[in-house]
């Protein structure tokens, strides 16, 4: 079973009883599965249960709640069942279930972000903290604070994933188009090998901002890829890339096939109405990409400043 699914059915099966305990206070409170770990994604199997695995789920209260209304809510907690379905909670607490502040949550994972305006703040949280604090599932939440803050920093606004967009595209073709083949024709197998992750990072970066979710911690990212609605069919490919070797009869194939990720994804960005360049290079398309961005200061901002 996958954590997710026994984190809810956990909830489903005792949260009347936990409610009868609250009172009133679960007027103040969210509950449900969100945060760091892979059954957040719903990406965990047998492998992952040999760490922080229970049945368990979370309180997000409010930090100006009275102290002692707050050690009661983790009393209640503590007092649900111990084991479930075969599984059981954790003698030591990890942090990642039970009660948590909801401004200590964001605050671990946006800082000081204000996700009202449209700011250079963006640009400086890392992205799979973005995703940390957007994915999972919230079972119910009764107070709405922690649901609303989860809904405004859903995804970039505009302007930032242009300004994003538009940098990996231009780095997708140095590191692909450009120092690819120019590591080859200097033998230098090791490099090429260097310049085709590079090439294959940014082609992530860029799949994940077409399809407007955030890109999750990097051992996640290629089962991420196959869930996603727009290009996972590169998934196959990329994968081709990374585990091939640089050799001259392989190098040709390859090249081949970076021409055709690339074309697959200029197609998108012009179907998104991202693009007004008619030509297929990958450079003058993210310069198009950036002259879409309606804010002058993050538009006349280097092309490269958001990667």
Not at 185 to 208: C, G, M, P, R, W
Not at 226 to 239: G, H, Q, R, V
Request: glycine fraction near 6%.
């Amino acid at each position: 079973m996958q954590g997710l699914d026994l984190s809810k059915q956990y909830y489903l099966k005792y949260k009347d009883i936990l409610f009868n305990e609250l009172g009133d206070l679960k007027n103040s409170l969210a509950f449900g599965l969100v945060g760091s770990g892979s059954e957040c994604y719903g990406f965990d199997d047998d492998i992952s249960q040999d760490h922080d695995f229970e049945p368990g789920f979370c309180i997000f209260a409010p930090a100006d709640m009275d102290r002692k209304d707050l050690f009661k809510i983790e009393r209640c907690y503590a007092k649900l069942p111990k084991e479930f379905m075969g599984y059981k909670r954790n003698i030591i607490d990890s942090g990642r279930h039970g009660l948590i502040l909801i401004e200590d949550f964001y605050k671990s994972k946006i800082a000081n972000l204000d996700y009202n305006n449209i700011g250079l703040d963006w640009f400086n949280i890392p992205e799979h903290f973005l995703s940390e604090a957007t994915n999972g599932e919230i079972y119910d939440d009764f107070f709405k604070q922690f649901s609303i803050i989860r809904e405004k920093i859903k995804y970039y606004p505009e302007d930032i994933r242009l300004k994003k967009l538009a940098g990996s595209l231009f780095l997708m073709k140095q590191a692909g188009v450009y120092n690819y083949p120019r590591c080859i024709d200097h033998n230098d197998t090791a490099s090429a090998q260097l310049s085709i992750y590079e090439y294959v990072k940014k082609v992530i970066d860029v799949i994940f901002l077409l399809n407007k979710v955030y890109k999750p911690y990097y051992k996640w990212q290629f089962r991420y890829l196959n869930n996603l609605d727009i290009l996972s069919n590169l998934t196959s490919p990329l994968e081709y890339l990374m585990e091939t070797d640089n050799s001259n009869e392989m190098f040709k194939g390859k090249l081949e096939i970076i021409n055709d990720i690339n074309e697959m994804i200029l197609d998108e960005v012009k179907k998104q109405g991202l693009s007004s360049e008619l030509c297929s290079d990958l450079e003058n398309n993210a310069f198009s990409v950036n002259n879409h961005i309606k804010d002058s200061k993050i538009r006349n901002l280097d092309i490269l400043y958001a990667v």
